[in-house]
């Protein structure tokens, strides 16, 4: 297997709450004392793996996930996909193969379908493609992702537990767990080269979790690498199991 992501250096700090702080931290009384999260951590994971970050909440596993994609402010480090440097990347063509998937979905369009759509039809979105599909196709190693049809999105929302959905149903009235699963199924029909779930199983019955798993474990099998945060018990579809605690990353050993 090849190598598609790695992380080198990675370090995240926050400003702290105004009060009283004391001359050990080098700060005079009603300063802002400055909290890192985790400094100089390190992470890769090759085509088809499914890595599965764990940790104690608040231990700065989202912050992780959100530096990876380039998403976080205050997270530094030196991060490279196939071989590449991030630099050689705009923020959105990072973006657009480093796909960060939030526990809580924005879902914007007046009906599913368009939900789902959306990506497609952005019109810089499409002007990215004309300019860079040369890269882009060489990148992904695969065509660049086509226009879901009405029979692609009703088969991908049925095999992940919303065949009660209907494609013109306002994503208004969808629960939580039917709005991140609507949320997974547009960001995989973008094909990303890898995938950073955070929490997407969070609030789902053990089946419907078991359905989002295997979609994510068919998407790893072709060749997508994958992260999820998740807080639940081994599924048996990961790869690796890796913990963030105490600012560090340790990998923890399959059941």
């Known amino acids: 297997m090849s ?4 992380a080198r250096d990675v370090s995240c700090t926050v400003g702290g709450r105004r009060g009283d702080v004391g001359q050990a931290d080098g700060r005079s009384d009603g300063g802002v004392s400055d909290r ?7 992470f890769a994971i090759d085509e088809g793996q499914i890595v599965d970050l764990t940790g104690p909440s608040g231990s700065g596993k989202t912050s992780l996930l959100t530096a990876f994609a380039r998403l976080n402010p205050n997270a530094h480090g030196t991060f490279m996909l196939d071989g590449r440097d991030a630099s050689e990347f705009t923020v959105q063509q990072w973006r657009r193969a480093v796909a960060y ?29 004309r300019s860079w599909s040369r890269r882009l196709r060489s ?8 226009y879901p049809s009405d029979d692609d999105i009703r088969a991908a929302l049925d095999a992940v537990g919303c065949d009660d959905i209907e494609l013109t149903r306002s994503p208004h009235e969808l629960s939580g ?12 029909m973008t094909k ?4 950073l779930a955070d929490e997407v199983d969070a609030g789902l019955d053990d089946d419907n979790a078991e359905k989002v798993a295997r979609i994510m474990a068919h998407a790893a099998g072709n060749g997508m690498a ?9 599924d048996g579809h ?4 890796i913990e963030l605690a105490h600012g560090e990353l340790h990998e923890r050993t399959l059941a």
């Open 238 to 241: 990961a790869s690796r199991i």
């Open 139 to 146: 990148l992904l190693h695969d065509v660049a992702p086509t």
């Open 3 to 6: 190598m598609v992501f790695s």
């Open 36 to 42: 890192t999260i985790f400094s100089g951590i390190s």
């Open 101 to 129: 998937l939030p526990q809580k979905p924005v879902l914007i369009g007046e009906r599913v379908a368009d939900v789902i759509r959306l990506p497609f039809t952005l019109a810089v979105r499409r002007e990215r493609e």
């Open 192 to 195: 990303p080269r890898m995938l």
């Open 226 to 234: 994958v992260v999820r945060i998740r807080h639940r018990p081994p």
């Open 177 to 188: 767990g039917q709005a991140a699963r609507v949320s997974l199924i547009r960001t995989l």
